[in-house]
Every structure is written in structure tokens, then in C-alpha cells.
């Protein structure tokens, strides 16, 4: 009979490290435990914390999702090429309070002087002035919790692509409540927080990318524009 030794003895007596358990759609969760879970989870690409509820993403299809969240980057990225002390981020989480830890497609937010800033550890905390989701399976939750998220945190301006639908809205901030930004005679609507940014919307539905960078690179031409992005400048001095 073979006799183990002292320290085998004590190496088999030691506990198991606890694992991370991982994230599961409609776990209710703290916002430091949805981080500790997202983290441990290298391979997972989105996941959202939603009122205290975990979502996670499905595959994403080129023509209901990909294509159009393209160009919404191509559009917000000419935009951000002209705009010192504007930043621009695909996919980021966003620490917007303790119950809520969304990962929005895009978002625009003012660097200095802005409503958020950008953490120790490299995360959005506080609310963009500008948020956009591409909506096409995950409708429901961009349409109205998250909706009402970014309203409560005071997002100054949300769009909302509800790709199937072939719609678009833009929601601005007013006294508390989200109103429809209205397009001018002309079809294009121009954000009120970002001068300069203006958007065909009708192109970017149909897909004339074209049009809409011709569109944008209007609005950056405009006197609105340059008289804002000096301001920009002048908050740094």
C-alpha cells in the first residue's frame, strides 16, 4: 500500500478556485457583477445591462444589421474627420448608472466640457450627448426600455434605425421628454447638439452613401459648424 505524503495530503484538502459563473440572457444582475461575468468572457462580443437584466446579442446579418451600422460609422466618421474635440466610438459600453451598462452601435460625445467622460479603465461613464442603435431583431428593447434609459440619463439626442421597418428616428432631448427632430423641406435633419451634422435621411434608408456624405460634408462647410468647433477649442485654452 503506497502512503501519500503531508503535502499531498494538504494539496487535495485545498478548495477548488470558485468559477465565474457566465452571462445568461435575463440574468438580473449588480452593474460590478455584469462586469465581472462580461470579463471573464473574453469571446463574447456584446452583451448589455438593461434596468438590472442581461441581454446578449444574436448573430448579426449583413443587410439588417452590418451594412447599415457601416454606414452610419461612415457617416458619423466623416463627421468626427472635421470635428476636433468631438469623440466617436463603435460598440462601446457606457456606464450610464448603476443599472445600466449599455453597448450602444454608435455614439458621438464632446470630449471636454461634455456629459461623460472616459474612465481609468477605458469605459464611457455618464451619458453621449448622441446615441444610435441599428434595430433590427432587438427592436423591442431599442424602442422602449432602452429608450427610456437614455431619456432618464439625459442622451441629449438618440437615433433609432428600425431596418425592417425602412424608418428612422431621431429623438432630441426637451424639457425631460424625447421629441422627433423633424427633417427640413429639403429631407435633411440636422442635429441640434452637433452643428453641422446633418443627415439625409431618406439616402441613408436606400443606401445612397453617396448623398449622405455629400449631405454631411454640407453641414461641415456651414458657419454653425466652424463657429462650433472653435468653441470646442476655446474650452481647452
Do not use: C
Request: hydrophobic share 40%.
Amino acid at each position: 500500500m503506497t502512503q501519500t505524503t503531508f503535502a499531498e495530503r494538504s494539496i487535495r484538502n485545498i478548495p477548488p478556485k470558485p468559477q465565474i459563473p457566465p452571462l445568461e440572457n435575463g440574468d438580473r444582475l449588480t452593474q460590478t457583477e455584469f462586469e465581472r461575468r462580461y470579463n471573464a468572457m473574453p469571446s463574447l462580443k456584446k452583451a448589455e445591462l438593461i434596468e438590472g437584466i442581461v441581454y446578449m446579442g444574436s448573430a448579426l446579418r449583413v443587410k439588417r444589421h452590418g451594412e447599415p451600422h457601416a454606414h452610419i460609422m461612415t457617416w458619423l466618421g466623416v463627421y468626427k474627420a472635421f470635428t476636433p474635440k468631438v469623440g466617436l466610438a463603435d460598440n462601446a459600453t457606457v456606464r450610464l448608472d448603476v443599472d445600466n451598462e449599455p453597448q450602444p452601435d454608435a455614439l458621438l460625445r464632446i470630449e471636454t466640457g461634455g456629459q461623460s467622460i472616459l474612465s481609468k479603465d477605458d469605459y464611457v461613464e455618464g451619458a453621449p450627448e448622441l446615441v444610435v442603435e441599428i434595430a433590427a431583431s432587438s427592436v423591442s428593447i431599442d424602442s422602449h426600455a432602452k429608450l427610456h434609459v437614455y431619456r432618464r440619463n439625459e442622451v441629449q439626442e438618440y437615433i433609432l434605425w428600425r431596418v425592417e421597418e425602412g424608418e428612422l428616428d431621431w429623438f432630441r432631448l426637451q424639457e425631460g421628454k424625447y421629441v422627433r427632430l423633424q427633417p427640413n423641406d429639403a429631407g435633411i435633419a440636422k442635429s441640434e447638439v452637433f452643428p453641422g451634422l446633418w443627415l439625409a435621411g431618406s439616402a441613408l434608408l436606400t443606401g445612397n452613401l453617396a448623398q449622405v456624405i455629400e449631405t454631411v460634408q454640407q453641414g461641415i462647410a456651414s458657419e454653425a459648424h466652424r463657429n462650433f468647433v472653435e468653441s470646442l477649442s476655446a474650452r481647452e485654452r
